[in-house]
Protein backbone atom coordinates (compact mmCIF):
# COMPACT_ATOMS: atom_id res chain seq x y z
CA UNK A 1 0.00 0.00 0.00
CA UNK A 2 1.30 3.48 -0.84
CA UNK A 3 0.89 6.42 1.49
CA UNK A 4 2.30 9.62 0.86
CA UNK A 5 3.31 11.83 4.30
CA UNK A 6 3.30 15.62 3.69
CA UNK A 7 5.21 18.46 6.04
CA UNK A 8 6.10 22.12 5.74
CA UNK A 9 3.15 24.07 6.04
CA UNK A 10 2.39 27.14 8.02
CA UNK A 11 1.77 30.58 8.29
CA UNK A 12 4.03 33.02 6.47
CA UNK A 13 4.03 36.59 5.81
CA UNK A 14 3.58 38.17 1.96
CA UNK A 15 6.39 37.80 -0.27
CA UNK A 16 7.77 34.87 2.30
CA UNK A 17 8.74 31.69 1.49
CA UNK A 18 7.96 27.57 2.25
CA UNK A 19 9.46 24.32 1.10
CA UNK A 20 6.62 21.74 1.22
CA UNK A 21 7.92 18.05 1.51
CA UNK A 22 6.44 14.47 0.90
CA UNK A 23 7.83 11.27 1.33
CA UNK A 24 6.10 8.30 -0.74
CA UNK A 25 6.21 4.76 0.67
CA UNK A 26 5.25 1.37 -0.51
CA UNK A 27 4.89 -0.01 -3.91
CA UNK A 28 5.76 2.76 -5.97
CA UNK A 29 5.46 2.43 -9.38
CA UNK A 30 7.09 3.62 -12.59
CA UNK A 31 6.46 5.66 -14.53
CA UNK A 32 5.13 7.72 -12.30
CA UNK A 33 3.80 11.70 -11.59
CA UNK A 34 3.98 13.67 -8.75
CA UNK A 35 2.80 16.85 -8.35
CA UNK A 36 1.04 19.31 -5.47
CA UNK A 37 -2.61 20.11 -5.92
CA UNK A 38 -3.81 23.04 -3.56
CA UNK A 39 -7.77 23.50 -2.53
CA UNK A 40 -8.62 27.19 -1.24
CA UNK A 41 -12.13 27.49 0.87
CA UNK A 42 -14.64 27.85 -1.49
CA UNK A 43 -12.54 26.94 -4.41
CA UNK A 44 -12.23 23.46 -6.30
CA UNK A 45 -8.89 21.96 -6.12
CA UNK A 46 -6.07 22.73 -8.69
CA UNK A 47 -3.10 21.48 -10.11
CA UNK A 48 0.31 23.43 -8.92
CA UNK A 49 2.76 21.75 -10.03
CA UNK A 50 4.11 17.84 -11.13
CA UNK A 51 7.22 16.33 -11.98
CA UNK A 52 7.13 13.01 -13.73
CA UNK A 53 10.05 10.18 -13.05
CA UNK A 54 12.34 11.69 -15.77
CA UNK A 55 12.06 14.94 -14.47
CA UNK A 56 9.28 16.50 -16.80
CA UNK A 57 7.35 19.70 -15.00
CA UNK A 58 4.68 21.41 -14.83
CA UNK A 59 2.89 24.66 -13.31
CA UNK A 60 -0.14 26.56 -13.09
CA UNK A 61 0.19 29.43 -14.42
CA UNK A 62 -0.40 31.71 -11.54
CA UNK A 63 3.00 30.23 -9.93
CA UNK A 64 5.48 30.12 -12.78
CA UNK A 65 8.62 32.04 -11.56
CA UNK A 66 7.65 31.46 -8.30
CA UNK A 67 7.30 27.84 -7.18
CA UNK A 68 9.84 25.32 -8.22
CA UNK A 69 9.00 21.59 -7.85
CA UNK A 70 12.11 18.74 -7.50
CA UNK A 71 11.87 15.34 -6.62
CA UNK A 72 14.57 12.60 -6.03
CA UNK A 73 13.67 9.20 -7.06
CA UNK A 74 15.67 7.67 -5.32
CA UNK A 75 13.87 8.95 -1.65
CA UNK A 76 10.81 9.17 -3.07
CA UNK A 77 10.08 12.33 -1.99
CA UNK A 78 8.90 15.47 -3.81
CA UNK A 79 9.27 19.16 -2.70
CA UNK A 80 8.12 21.95 -3.06
CA UNK A 81 9.91 25.25 -2.92
CA UNK A 82 7.00 28.32 -2.64
CA UNK A 83 8.90 31.83 -2.77
CA UNK A 84 7.14 35.74 -3.40
CA UNK A 85 4.08 34.02 -1.60
CA UNK A 86 1.07 35.79 -1.71
CA UNK A 87 -2.49 35.80 0.51
CA UNK A 88 -4.14 33.80 -2.61
CA UNK A 89 -1.93 31.24 -2.54
CA UNK A 90 -3.12 30.01 0.90
CA UNK A 91 -4.84 26.69 0.60
CA UNK A 92 -4.70 23.12 1.95
CA UNK A 93 -2.07 21.77 -0.07
CA UNK A 94 -1.79 18.12 -1.37
CA UNK A 95 0.53 15.93 -2.45
CA UNK A 96 -0.58 13.52 -5.13
CA UNK A 97 1.33 10.23 -6.63
CA UNK A 98 -0.06 9.23 -10.14
CA UNK A 99 0.66 6.16 -12.16
CA UNK A 100 -1.05 4.21 -15.14
CA UNK A 101 -2.74 2.03 -11.79
CA UNK A 102 -3.39 4.31 -9.27
CA UNK A 103 -3.54 7.52 -7.99
CA UNK A 104 -2.67 8.60 -4.03
CA UNK A 105 -3.26 11.63 -1.80
CA UNK A 106 -1.87 12.95 1.25
CA UNK A 107 -3.46 14.29 3.75
CA UNK A 108 -2.77 17.65 2.71
CA UNK A 109 -1.10 21.00 4.65
CA UNK A 110 -2.33 24.14 5.46
CA UNK A 111 -0.16 26.94 3.87
CA UNK A 112 -1.79 30.46 5.19
CA UNK A 113 -0.04 33.82 3.38
CA UNK A 114 -1.33 36.50 5.75
CA UNK A 115 0.33 39.41 7.77
Known amino acids: QVQLVESGGGLVQPGGSLRLSCAAS????????MGWYRQAPGKQREMVAD???????NYVDSVKGRFTISRDNAKNTVDLQMNSLKPEDTAVYYC?????????WGQGTLVTVSS
Open 96 to 104: NLRTTVYSI
Open 26 to 33: GSILRPNR
Open 51 to 57: ITSSGGT
